[in-house]
């Protein structure tokens, strides 16, 4: 796994309080899962748009909205006022994401790589 930021980055850039001092370590570790997991593709120090990424990913893991589970995105919703009825439909596979989480996504969006390195040429006959 990369260390993208530390405890100490995302104090620097959200300040002391973005979380309990017991649950830090952890979020910072997810953190640095999160960004790993995605391939992001940093330089040695990291640049700042990846520390400000991860601090948010950090505050996100913190509030436990990282890695969570969700029902998904609403496809559709009925409710009936006689005799009360109510339906939800969700999107399938779709997952909620904060606006931190896409405040994030538009961060590192330089930093993924391009393809996602499993692109080949074919040459046909």
């Known amino acids: 796994m990369t260390d993208y930021i530390t405890v100490a980055d995302v104090d620097q850039i959200l ?3 973005w979380a309990e001092e017991a649950d830090k370590a952890a979020a ?3 953190a640095n899962t999160w960004m790993t ?3 992001v593709v940093a330089s040695d120090p990291a640049e ?3 520390k ?14 990282l890695y969570t589970d969700t029902q998904g995105d609403i ?13 939800t439909e969700y999107q399938d ?6 606006g931190n989480l896409s405040f994030v996504f538009d961060l590192l969006r330089p930093y993924f790589p391009v393809g996602g390195g ?3 040429p074919v040459r046909r006959a």
């Not at 596979?93 to 904060?98: E, H, M, P, Q, Y």
């Open 15 to 17: 300040g002391a309080s």
């Open 28 to 30: 910072v570790l997810q």
């Open 37 to 39: 997991a995605r391939a």
């Open 48 to 50: 700042e748009a990846i």
């Open 52 to 65: 400000t990424a991860g601090a948010y990913l950090a505050q996100e893991s913190a509030a436990g909205t």
């Open 75 to 87: 496809k559709r919703t009925r409710v009936k006022a006689d005799t009360v009825e109510s339906e």
């Open 93 to 98: 596979g779709a997952r909620a994401r904060s």
């Open 118 to 120: 499993s692109t080949f």
